[in-house]
């Protein structure tokens, strides 16, 4: 799939079981295209085709990143809402290392700022609910769009590495339920069973 520009070339492409995910001669993927041009309805398009909302180009951007750099509002709004990870970076050039969120603080976009505030705050309390053992904050953020693996915090861990090293089995049942990472890594790249272990809980691990 190419350009993404055209909404009636893209559908008809889709339609003919075209890869969502397929990138241009620039290794720019059709979804970070529309992204980055502020094609809102194809990026809608694309995601309901189940595009990878997370693709990156060759040097790192998403769909998000360009939307967050360009100040294309609809088009970071359509990611957020579909649960897009917040934390991946840019991996070349003058933004490396830099977030979606750090990309739109730098460049002034302040409504796509208080979109990502938004997230980060919900992500918070998402991990809060985790260490807490929290199962119905768990389902309501859950509910609201909350990525269930969007790591942060100190040494970046996800709701389900919280959980499981705070003891909250109930929690971890749930977050495995509604289909948490189990080997997602925190900045250590240590895993949920690797912090069950550490604190010696043998139901724990064993259930991971």
Known sequence: MIGAADYE??????EQNA????????????LVCACM???????????????DINKQQKSGWSGLMFA???????CAKLPLERKADTTIKVTTGYY???T?????????RDKIVALLQQREADHTAMHQAAAHGDVVRLKQLLSQGVNIDTAGGYNNRAALMLAAQSGQFEAVKFL??????VDKGDARQ???????????????????
């Open 190 to 208: 240590n895993t949920a069973l690797q912090g069950a272990c550490i604190n010696d809980d043998v139901k724990m691990a064993k259930y991971l």
């Open 68 to 74: 967050a750099l360009n100040g294309e509002e609809a």
């Open 100 to 108: 979606a969120p750090d990309i739109a603080k730098e460049k002034k």
């Open 37 to 51: 041009n502020g094609h809102s309805e194809v990026a809608k398009c694309l995601l309901d085709a189940q595009a």
């Open 176 to 181: 495995i339920e509604q289909k948490a990472n």
């Open 96 to 98: 490396k290392g830099k």
């Open 9 to 14: 070339a893209v559908k008809f492409l889709i």
């Open 19 to 30: 890869s969502v995910d397929t990138a241009d001669v620039y290794d720019c993927p059709a």
